[in-house]
Structures are given as C-alpha cells and as structure tokens.
C-alpha cells in the first residue's frame, strides 16, 4: 500500500510515526506548504518525493491512497479532488467545516466507491473502545457524558506551539471529536443547544463554548469547550453509565474512583492515530467500509451544522 500525506505539520508527523508500524506500507509522496520544511520531514522519514502542490501528487502512480492532514477549510475540496484522481483518501478530522460540503463529500464518495475515511480518533482510541465493547456487549449504558476540551491558544498557534497558517474552531474541529463519539457510544442525536462566548478580535473565532446534546436513548451529554483555559490541556471525556464511571483521557481511561484501567490488550496498538490508519489500510485491502468512513460519521455533520446555525 502507498500513501500520500499531505500536511507535514504536527498531526501530519503523527500519521507518518503510525504508519512506520504498518506491514506493507510505505509513504511514497509527502504535500507541505513550504518545500523546504516539507522536505526535510520527508528526508526525516525517508520520503522519496516532496512538494507544495497537491496536484503533483494525485498525479504521481506510486500513490494509492492519501491521507489528509492539512487545514480544515482545505479538507472538503481535497477529498473530492482525491477521490476524483481514483485514490483512496482518509480526511483527518474535520470531514469539512460545513453541512453543504460534508454533503459533497459523500456524495462524491458514493459517486466513486472508494474508500473515504475520516479521522474521528476518538473511536480508534482503547479507552474509548473499551468502553464501546462494554456497551455493544450489553454490560453499560451511558446515562451522561461530561466532557472537556481545553486549550490555551489565544494565539494562533498547532499542537507544537509553532505558528499556523490557518485558523482553528471549536465547533467544526473539537466539537467534531465529542459529537461523533456521543452518538458512537449512545445512539443518534435527536436534540441538539451551543452558546458561544465573545469573538476574539483577532482570530475571529469565538474562544469558547458550551454544546448540550440528547440521543435517541435519552442520554445526555455536556461539552465544554476552550481556547482560553490556562491548565491541564486536552479533552477528558467522563461517562457517566448504569453500571459504573469512566474517565478515559486519550488512550488512558480509569473509572470513577481514579484507578487505571488496563487497555492494553483492546487493540494491537496503544497509540489511536497508529490504529486509526491500520483500519484506512485494512479497509482498502479488504474492500470493506471502513469504521468512521465518511457515511458512518455523516450524521455528526447534521448536527454541527444545526448547533452553526444556533450561533449566528
């Protein structure tokens, strides 16, 4: 199998960690914006081609599929133009940043039959998938979750604390990661409120904001979102079940009384984003439908897209 990354920032370096762990996969092209910088991370991973354009890639034919990792208001028309040159390509994660594209991209993919994923990692995580088998096996159901997504970015600023080039959302972005997962772990949402803070007169982006949603089994969820929150970075998700708490913090989870969870064995990996690819690449070589394709995370759009309108 052989990929293209496109996006040679912080999360792009993710990708190409988890893929060196991948039997039979190599990194053939790598997409940045400056060729410099794109081409020493290539060299750094031992990437035979670099460049700044997009195009060059999707033309090349040692790229199979291509992986996404560039701003978020790219995403749509990247994924279209990718699976439009006959490639596979998994969209990290905003799918899009609104309905109409999100739209788009199903269709195109439908229009195709390739295999178009996107990165909701948090289905991917152990800790989260812990807590889905508990729940697929009949053992828990979620009652509530309470979760928190905070950041310190009043500057705009990646994951590496280095200068971006795009600006970042609460809502489109972060928000994604716990609307998806609320409706993977506790049925389709059927009710859906945000309430934003001030603009910051900069970036333009509200810095934070409150989602409250309600699936079709009555439970409920509470999203806290910040950009301003100077602490304990990250998202910690807490569900809150019929049959016992868990804290999961990325891969990590304990229950409620702070004892570790061992998750070790959930999947082959502890690292979500290496597990992440594993099912792109298993899906494509098996001819199936990828857990988080773009049909399975669809609906999370719909509501993103109802919670924009709430906060015009």
Known sequence: MRIALAGAGAFGEKHLDGLKNIDGVSVTSLVGRRLDATQAIADKYGIGHATTDLADTLARDDVDAVILCTPTQMHAAQAIACMDAGKHVQVEIPLADSWADAQAVLAKQKETGLTCMVGHTRRFNPSHQYVHNLITAGELNIQQMDVQTYFF????????????????????????????????????????????????????????????????????????????????????????????????????????????????????????????????????????????????????????????????
Request: charged share 20%.
């Open 153 to 312: 970015r009043r500057k705009n600023i990646n994951a590496k604390g280095e200068a971006r080039s795009w600006t970042d959302h609460l809502l489109w972005h972060h928000a994604a990661h716990t609307v998806d997962l609320f409706a993977y772990q506790a049925g389709k949402i059927v009710s859906a409120h945000a309430m934003q803070g001030p603009i910051h007169p900069e970036l333009g982006i509200a810095m934070d904001m409150s989602i409250q949603l309600k699936s079709e089994s009555g439970a409920i969820c509470t999203l806290s979102l910040s950009f301003n929150n100077d602490g304990p970075l990250g998202t910690f998700f807490r569900y809150i079940g019929d049959t016992g708490t868990y804290i999961a913090r990325y891969d990590d989870l304990v229950n409620g009384k702070e004892e570790p969870i061992d998750v070790s064995n959930v999947a082959v990996s502890m690292n979500g984003i290496e597990l992440q690819d594993r099912e792109f690449i298993s899906a494509i070589r098996e001819g199936r439908e990828p857990n988080s394709s773009v049909a399975k995370v669809f609906d999370c759009y719909r509501v993103l897209g109802e919670l924009e309108q709430q906060l015009v």
